[in-house]
């Protein structure tokens, strides 16, 4: 296949302080390069014979062309970037306020970012985060060090070549002209697009439905903050017995025998049940406490998620 070229988004002429000249070098240089080294590159690994093509050279070609590619893809989005007032819309500030505790706060961070990349390059990045449902600054040196399943909504770019024509190697004027720059209606039209993207699908277990899982942090939370709450490890004694470890503090109960145990239980206070990773033995304990008339819950992620928040263990049994 054949990567196209994309028109650029921003008109050179009406951008502020930064020249026509720049921008139009930028463009047929850099994201034309980029875009012709993608094209060369794709061309011969679709000619190559990957039976027998040593892996040093497909290596090459597939590191290098995830660079070109990387680079074609921040580079349209650095011209869609510009041509704005700078003046952010108030849309757009409400969700950086949300994510970052205040639009002033946003900006000294991005702005500061790019700072600190003069005399060295890559890329600021506002990025969607589909997983946590908010937007983060990051770097991406190299073109490649993208995060994963994030969209990135507005590019800065601190490679040389975007700012010497104008700036010479004043890195700092360079950025706050770009700041000036923005394009704030198209950057939220940005926003708005990605934050439909959604993060991966979430667990479901449907037999479970109608109770309510509880994440390992919240459960921390509560045994912090004193809060009355009785948690017990129901893990199958067959589990207990491999894994010979249990969360500090906690009481382990053995879940076929849920009868002989369920008398030393309050009603009166809540009850959050776990196993080893959250699925059948936790919820199917939780659903038979509920039946027995228990406010009872059971921890998303079990024993194991305990551990993978750095919960302390005891031995055990
Ligand atoms: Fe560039």
């Known amino acids: 296949m054949r990567y196209q070229l994309k028109q650029i988004q921003c008109r050179p002429w ?28 794709t061309e011969q690994l679709e000619a190559m014979d990957f039976e027998k093509a040593p892996g040093h050279v497909l290596n090459g070609l597939k590191r290098e062309q995830l660079v070109a590619l990387n680079s074609t893809l ?31 706060r946003w900006r000294a961070e991005f702005r500061a970012m790019g700072y600190a990349l003069g005399g060295g390059s890559g890329w600021v990045l506002l990025t969607w985060l589909p997983r946590d449902g908010r ?7 190299e073109h490649t060090q993208a995060v994963a399943s994030g969209v990135p909504i507005l590019a800065l770019d601190m490679y040389e070549h975007s700012y010497h024509m104008d700036f010479g190697a004043n890195a700092r004027a360079y950025v706050d002209t770009f700041m000036r720059n923005i394009d704030w209606p198209a950057l939220f039209q940005r926003y708005d697009d990605a934050a439909k993207v959604p993060g991966l699908r979430p667990l479901v277990q449907p037999e479970f439905g109608e109770v309510k ?26 589990f207990v017995s491999r894994q010979q470890d249990i969360a500090d503090g906690i009481e382990w109960r053995d879940p076929e025998q849920l ?11 809540p009850v959050v049940v776990y196993c080893a990773y959250g699925f059948h033995v936790g919820c199917g304990t939780a659903v038979k406490l509920r039946e ?3 406010d009872a819950r059971y921890m998303n992620s079990g024993h194991s998620g305990w551990k993978a928040t750095g919960g302390p263990v005891r031995m055990f049994p």
Request: net charge negative.
């Open 292 to 294: 027995l008339g228990f």
């Open 135 to 141: 937007l983060i600054n990051q770097y991406a040196a």
């Open 213 to 238: 899982g509880v994440a390992v942090e919240e459960v921390k939370a509560m045994l912090a903050s004193g809060q009355k709450v009785q948690v017990i490890d129901v893990r199958p004694r067959h």
């Open 74 to 104: 921040l580079h349209e989005l650095y011209f869609a970037s510009l041509g704005g007032d700078g003046k952010p819309v108030k849309d757009m500030s409400e969700v950086l306020a949300r994510d970052f505790g205040s639009l002033d």
């Open 14 to 41: 009406m951008l502020n302080g930064l020249s026509p000249k720049l921008i139009e070098s930028h463009y047929e240089n850099n994201y034309g390069g980029a875009m012709r080294r993608l094209n060369a590159i």
């Open 259 to 269: 009868d002989k145990w369920v008398g030393e239980l309050s009603k009166s206070e």
